[in-house]
């Protein structure tokens, strides 16, 4: 499949880098509002076609997927163009800056009946069936308690600081950690509390989750762009515990008993960067006629912005335009 990138930045060249691995996906376009960056990256990553303007690339009849790589801020906007044009869109996360915008873009695409999904890369990997399976096994008994730690020190980075780029922690690497707890325990949550710091330009800096369940369980979740964490999640059980280094890009998952004894560890796939997983599905339900990814349903994109627009409306972050 012909894949266009939108945008030419880090995260575009991890993807390029990707896609240049894999049998099932070709470089195809790139497109960049500078279009001598676009053509210096087509060089780099060896793409066919380079675009100085966003337009020129959801116009290329031969753009089979375009992977969105600009910032949440510019989100909105870009997966819209796509759509207009009936490109296939992978949208990297977070899917926009909030709900709203979501539910615009989801909406637009089944009236088009064009694909698209978020670009959450936990919600396709290998070690998400792992996790699973193992829970499933009842190998720790039944799972109770999960917590959660994400964090990089990135506070200075643009995307981080600045509001008018839907900066903050919690959009950034906040949903990495609400996610997996809602890969393990689901999204019917009975009660969330949280608090947040916040920076003087009115953004989360680091923040903390508490996702309380009606059948007891129980996630503490946190994210900082302040200081580095052990990025751990644990997974505890009435039988033992699971540990999963780096919730964000697992490497392995340890299996503890009652005497915190280490019985079992599961090493996950060697893979390219991660990001082959998604681009993976996304075509597999696209050449099955489908609108939508069933390892990340539009369904839960929305209601993972739904929880964040909560969060951010109670710590009193707004982006700029935001009406809440």
Not at 42 to 58: C, I, N, P, R
Not at 92 to 119: D, M, P, Q, Y
Not at 142 to 160: C, D, F, Q, S, V
Not at 208 to 216: D, N, Q, V
Request: glycine content about 8%; overall charge negative.
């Amino acid at each position: 499949m012909k894949i266009g990138i939108l945008g030419a930045g880090k995260i575009a060249s991890i993807m390029a880098q990707t896609i240049g691995k894999m049998e099932n996906a070709t470089c195809y376009a790139v497109a960049s509002r500078d279009e001598a960056r676009a053509k210096g990256f087509a060089d780099t990553y060896g793409f066919e076609k380079a675009y100085g303007s966003y337009e020129a690339l959801v116009k290329d009849e031969e753009v089979e997927l375009i992977y969105i790589a600009t910032p949440h801020s510019h989100h909105y906007e870009h997966a819209r163009l796509c759509i207009e044009h009936g490109k296939a869109v992978l949208c990297e996360k977070a899917f926009t800056r909030n709900a709203k915008e979501a539910k615009e873009l989801l909406a637009l695409a089944k009236e088009k009946g064009v694909f698209i999904t978020e670009a959450i890369w936990t919600r396709f990997m290998p070690s998400r069936k792992i996790i699973n399976d193992l829970l499933a096994s009842d190998i720790i008994g039944r799972p109770m308690t999960l917590t959660a730690n994400l964090g990089y020190t990135i506070a200075h980075k643009e995307r981080i600081a600045e509001p008018a780029l839907a900066g903050g922690a919690l959009l950034d690497i906040g949903l990495y950690p609400l996610n997996f707890a809602m890969m393990v325990f689901g999204s019917d949550f009975d009660e969330i509390t949280s608090t947040a710091i916040l920076s003087e330009k009115g953004v989360d800096l680091q923040n903390s989750i508490t996702l309380s369940y009606k059948t007891g369980e129980m996630a503490v979740l946190n994210s900082t762009t302040l200081a580095l964490s052990d990025r751990q999640g644990i997974i505890s059980g009435d039988k033992g515990y699971m540990v999963i280094e780096n919730i964000n890009n697992c490497e392995r998952i340890r299996i503890f008993n009652t005497e915190r004894q280490e019985i079992k560890c599961v090493e996950v796939p060697k893979q390219i960067t991660g990001y082959e997983y998604e681009v993976e599905a996304a075509i597999k339900a696209i050449q099955a006629g489908k609108l939508e990814c069933e390892e990340m349903p539009h369904q839960e994109t929305i209601r993972v912005m739904e929880i964040m627009d909560s969060l951010r409306k109670e710590w009193g972050v707004r982006y700029p335009g935001e009406a809440f």
